[in-house]
């Protein structure tokens, strides 16, 4: 029997990235770049105020004089609390400052500063020539044909200067970054809708078995729903994967042989639920072989120890075995599939969030396999511990039924030394797909 560690060490290795192709930046959040994106242009484009107030020549408003206050340089925000606090002595050359005029953000009027003059702007509003710095309202008595200041400002106050953000030649975002949001700002900034990135990996999920019926039939004797593939087809989708659930694949050896192929050939992972356990799942395994190399060594995990893992075809095409329960094949998909989707997708963590709780209930677990089980994970509003509570019986009940694990917002890991869990003791969690 194979460790989780060695399995999972041999699934993310083969995990395909897709060759990079070009998408627009309302598409790109979470894939990887596969490009430098270096500014033609600095951002901002031009001297603007950073908040509104009066655009001044600081030798003017007593600049020299400088400001005790610290973190008042450029692009600094006026305090909340500075309105209430005591003023700063008023500079010997303060005087009040006409107003000639008023420049909104978006404006191309360009206006010309004379010395000893002011103009009101709004935040993001191109600065008059000559004007070095902005005096804030909240720093001033707000006049409107006459403004007095009550602080002094210095060169460069309440100012974004061109190139503060970004200099022309600078990298905004280099190749192998995944995109979030500030990095689809940036790109944005230097004027690109699109970006060249590695798409989702495109991942095929199928099902096999004589018993299988479709959800919109009615199953007679001896057949049962298709449940795994639907279930696993959207715990990729959470991933990150680009899905395509094809259902229930013929059980003809040439037809067999036929979907697979044609499948492993524009996707970058396969996914076949019921290919493992039992011996219905001999021919599609015979089938897979000559596609392929597939190993179906049992993996010391409870549940889903039975399952398989293979490269198929010229192009070493990841396919995943899982067994037709739907509760082992969700946790195969969340421990050994979801790592593979994250990895190719260039992520630089692979798995989900772990924390420490305290065990509301007594656990059970089978030695000498992980226990991976069902858990709803809590938090004690007066001391912050995190709280676990197994969903099954006192002892952690039955392990594959699905009910309890649509219930579920984590699952708690055991080793495989420890077979029983008291009330009250800390385990290992992990989280689980939030839900709103």
Do not use: H, K
């Given at each position: 029997m194979?460790?989780?560690e060695d399995?999972?060490?041999?699934?993310?290795?083969?995990?395909?990235?897709?060759?990079?192709?070009?998408?627009?930046?309302?598409?790109?959040?979470?894939?990887?770049?596969?490009?430098?994106?270096?500014?033609a242009k600095?951002?901002?484009?031009?001297?603007?105020?950073?908040?509104?107030?009066?655009?001044?020549?600081s030798v003017d408003v007593g600049g020299t004089a400088g400001l005790s206050r610290p973190g008042a340089g450029s692009g600094a925000q006026p305090d909340a609390g500075d309105e209430d606090q005591e003023a700063a002595p008023a500079p010997a050359r303060q005087r009040a400052l006409p107003v000639v005029g008023k420049v909104n953000a978006g404006s191309q009027k360009p206006l010309r500063l004379q010395p000893k003059q002011a103009v009101?702007?709004?935040?993001?509003?191109?600065?008059?020539?000559?004007?070095?710095?902005v005096l804030p309202l909240a720093w001033s008595d707000r006049g409107t044909k006459r403004v007095t200041p009550e602080r002094p400002v210095r060169t460069g106050d309440f100012v974004r200067r061109v190139g503060d953000d970004i200099q022309p030649g600078d990298i905004a975002v280099r190749q192998g970054t995944v995109l979030g949001p500030a990095q689809i700002g940036l790109i944005a900034a230097t004027g690109r809708d699109k970006v060249l990135a590695y798409p989702r990996p495109r991942v095929t999920v199928m099902s096999y078995g004589?018993?299988?019926?479709?959800?919109?039939?009615?199953?007679?004797?001896?057949?049962?729903?298709?449940?795994a593939s639907y279930a696993v087809a959207a715990a990729a989708e959470e991933a990150g994967a680009d899905v395509h659930r094809i259902g229930i694949i013929n059980a003809e050896p040439r037809q067999l042989r036929e979907a697979i192929a044609?499948?492993?050939?524009?996707?970058?992972?396969?996914?076949?639920?019921?290919a493992v356990g039992g011996s219905g799942a001999d021919a599609v395994l015979h089938v897979l072989r000559e596609l392929g190399e597939v190993d179906t060594t049992r993996v010391a995990m409870h549940p889903g120890s039975v399952q398989g893992f293979g490269l198929l075809g010229d192009e070493r095409v990841p396919v995943f075995l899982l067994p037709s329960?739907?509760?082992a094949a969700l946790v195969i998909a969340e421990v050994m599939v979801r790592p593979a989707i994250r990895a190719s997708l260039g992520k630089a963590s692979t798995s989900r969030r772990s924390v420490r709780a305290r065990s509301l209930r007594a656990?059970?677990?089978?030695?000498?396999?992980?226990?991976?089980?069902?858990?709803?994970?809590?938090?004690?509003?007066?001391?912050g511990d995190y709280l676990v509570e197994s969903l099954g019986g006192p002892v952690g009940g039955p392990a594959h039924l699905l009910a309890g694990f649509a219930e579920a917002n984590a699952m708690i890991r055991l080793p495989e030394g420890i077979t029983y869990v008291r009330p009250g003791e800390i385990v290992d969690v992990e989280f689980l797909q939030q839900r709103s």
């Open positions: 194979r460790s989780v399995q999972l060490e041999m699934v993310v290795d083969a995990a395909v990235t897709p060759e990079p192709i070009r998408v627009g930046l309302g598409d790109a959040l979470g894939l990887m770049c596969a490009e430098e994106i270096a500014a600095p951002l901002p484009g031009f001297n603007q105020a950073a908040v509104d107030g009066y655009a001044v020549r009101r702007v709004a935040t993001g509003a191109p600065l008059p020539t000559l004007a070095d710095a004589l018993e299988l019926v479709d959800v919109d039939r009615d199953p007679g004797l001896g057949q049962v729903f298709d449940v044609g499948n492993v050939a524009r996707s970058e992972l396969v996914i076949i639920t019921g329960n739907p509760v656990i059970e677990s089978i030695g000498g396999r992980r226990g991976y089980i069902r858990a709803r994970l809590m938090r004690d509003a007066d001391t």
